[in-house]
């Protein structure tokens, strides 16, 4: 059944997709009261049929899709659509990746799957556009300003040491203005390391009404940031097991850290919390 939340955004539809496999992703479709919509991530290649399902019924035109970060749980899905559009028209991809040497680096396992987003990127370089902190971008009457990018962090980072979680601080940030000026803050999978450093940036000028929750709502930025957020509605992209923290075992009995980042959002007195584990939903 699809949640849906009254949320004054005047003709504008924003919809959490739920998870279709057990895997955490993440994946959001902005439609505007009438023209093609906005994708930001897409989820895992099994959340790739939802998606094109979605997108087709909202008339099958993206005029901005945007990647987050270079992990196969946010790009995936966008592969297997470019491969398989099924009438899917995608005007522009929005992205900004370290070098793929940096990333090879860091997480060596993912060999393969992050070259296959490389070669996608590179075959369809007349739609690709690498964005930037301080670009922003104005598709479907929205604004879109870019708030970090990965130069920020990747000389900083020997990727060597870094286990991974190097890619994490890669994420794009950026805030989405509808016209009525209600604010969405996306975090993508953003860590605590530079979590800290988007919040000595821009302190009280992250404040947002719609916050996605950094790296499905765990091991993300820490509560500073979201202190500055302030938001109205928290988006969980995590499965329920995630989201409670139950891998089988009851509720918050694995090594996940999302109800301690459930309880700064009760402090913060945030009443709305949208969960993709919950199935699809829609603020409108
Ligand atoms: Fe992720």
């Known amino acids: 059944m699809m949640k849906e939340i009254n949320f004054g955004l005047q003709g504008y539809r924003l919809l959490q997709a739920p998870n279709m496999t057990l895997v955490q992703m993440m994946s959001y479709i902005i439609h505007p009261p009438s023209g093609p919509v906005v994708v930001i991530d897409g989820g895992n290649t099994g959340d790739a049929d939802y998606l094109r399902d979605e997108i087709m019924k909202r008339g099958g035109e993206v005029e901005a899709w945007i990647i987050t970060h270079c992990h196969d749980d946010h790009y995936a899905a966008l592969i297997e659509i470019m491969n398989n559009p099924g009438g899917v028209k995608i005007n522009r991809i929005y992205y900004n990746f370290p070098p793929q040497e940096w990333i090879n680096q860091t997480e060596p396992v993912y060999k393969v799957q992050t070259g296959k987003i490389f070669d996608l990127l590179h075959t369809y370089t007349d739609i690709c556009t690498v964005v930037c902190e301080g670009d922003v971008i104005e598709p479907a009457g929205l604004k879109i300003e870019f708030l970090h990018d990965p130069a920020k962090v990747c000389n900083l980072i020997d990727p060597s040491t870094n286990n991974g979680y190097a890619v994490n601080d890669t994420s794009l940030v950026f805030r989405i203005a509808f016209p009525n000026e209600k604010t969405a803050l996306f975090l993508g999978d953003l860590g605590p390391y530079a979590g800290d ?49 139950d891998l089988g075992r009851g509720f918050n009995t694995a090594k996940y850290k999302t109800v301690i980042v459930r309880g700064w959002m009760e402090e913060l007195g945030v009443k709305v919390h949208v969960v993709e584990g919950e199935g699809p939903a829609i603020i409108y």
Request: aromatic residues 12%; proline residues 4%.
């Open 197 to 245: 450093m988007l919040a000595e940036r821009y302190g009280k000028k992250l404040k947002s009404d719609i916050v996605q929750m950094a790296h499905h709502g765990q091991n993300g930025v820490n509560k500073n940031v979201y202190e500055y957020v302030q938001p109205e509605i928290c988006l969980w992209s995590a499965p329920m097991w995630l989201y409670d923290n």
